[in-house]
């Protein structure tokens, strides 16, 4: 091992790491909920400073956490962790914007389901860290609920445009994987993500969960806004900044940082997989937070397959 700290028995879960990640999750919720609203107003022309922005704001509200989440301690190897992961993090949303702007996002959102199936393996490599025979199946149960419930959203749309839904619009994503540069894309995000949740683990686990935190997301930060400055978004931001003000998304950034502050102290009552795995159901929760906050109208009878998939794999996971 590269890094020195308590390796959590097999399988491991508990009440309060399942309603951290829980907690976690509605935060991402909310999360997907106001950083669309900002987009919507404008930011949408800005998606690099918006990134670096909101992190900004959120790593300064990770600050003021840090005295209240325990103290400056670090165990070894922890620098290491946080600047691999904040390194993956960089490839991660970069690959992920990418697979958006060049492809359909209802065809690409699916795709991330696929990170829990590889992460159990990752996981096993790098941390030694096992599933119970119960949290496995929970994992796969899961993230058949996942992919089921966001190509739900795609057959749906391909429906609207009248084209035939046939089995193969199921598997689309694997089906492209050789013509669409933008589903290669969204798989390299996925693939990296499975290796940065565990370097993810070992840097909350080896110090302060917020200087952590805080740290990961400065790099993210200041990597976007060199990007944005370079690619023309901060001369834009400039002119039009009579109406887009950046301390409009301050929200955001407490949003932000209570889901760090939520999923990341999981990681010291369980398993990384567990934890990757059950922050997926942020998913119906960001569909249902929509409908009632900004009226995003979803047929719930269409999801519902998905829906109860993913409540039985993170039953399955809490029972292990």
């Not at 962790?81 to 699916?110: R, W, Y």
């Not at 795709?111 to 994992?139: C, K, N, Q, R």
């Not at 794999?313 to 029972?319: E, H, M, P, R, T």
């Amino acid at each position: 091992m590269l890094f020195s700290f308590e390796i959590l028995p097999k399988g491991s879960m508990n009440l309060t790491a399942f309603l951290l990640v829980v907690m976690g999750a509605l935060c991402i919720a909310l999360l997907n909920v106001f950083s669309k609203q900002a987009l919507n107003r404008g930011w949408e022309k800005f998606p690099a400073l918006f990134t670096a922005f909101t992190r900004f704001l959120a790593v300064g509200f990770m600050f003021l956490f840090i005295p209240f989440v325990g103290g400056l301690e670090l165990q070894s190897g922890w620098w290491i962790a946080v600047l691999i992961t904040g390194a993956l993090n960089i490839g991660i949303q970069f690959a992920d914007v990418k697979a958006k702007s060049l492809e359909d996002v209802s065809l690409v959102s699916p795709i991330s389901a696929t990170t829990p199936v590889l992460l159990i393996f990752t996981s096993m490599l790098l941390l030694h860290e096992y599933p119970s025979f119960l949290g496995w199946v929970g994992v796969w149960v899961l993230v058949i609920g996942t992919y089921v419930l966001n190509m739900q959203a795609y057959a749906e749309k391909q429906k609207e445009l009248n084209r035939r839904v046939s089995w193969k619009v199921w598997f689309a994503p694997f089906f492209l994987l050789t013509k669409s540069t933008g589903i290669r894309f969204a798989f390299l995000s996925a693939f990296l993500a499975t290796f940065s949740l565990n370097f993810d683990a070992m840097a909350y686990r080896s110090g302060n969960v917020m200087l952590a935190g805080a740290c990961i997301f400065l790099i993210v930060a200041i990597a976007n806004f060199i990007l944005g400055s370079s690619i023309g978004e901060l001369k834009s931001l400039r002119r039009d900044r009579s109406h887009l003000k950046i301390w409009s998304l301050v929200w955001i950034g407490l949003v932000l940082c209570l889901a760090i502050l939520f999923s990341n102290l999981a990681f010291l009552y369980t398993i990384t997989p567990y934890v990757g795995t059950l922050r997926r159901i942020q998913i119906p929760f960001t569909i249902i937070l929509a409908y009632f906050l900004v009226g995003e109208r979803v047929n719930f009878r269409h999801r519902l397959v998905g829906g109860s998939i993913m409540a039985l794999g993170a039953i399955l996971i809490a029972l292990s």
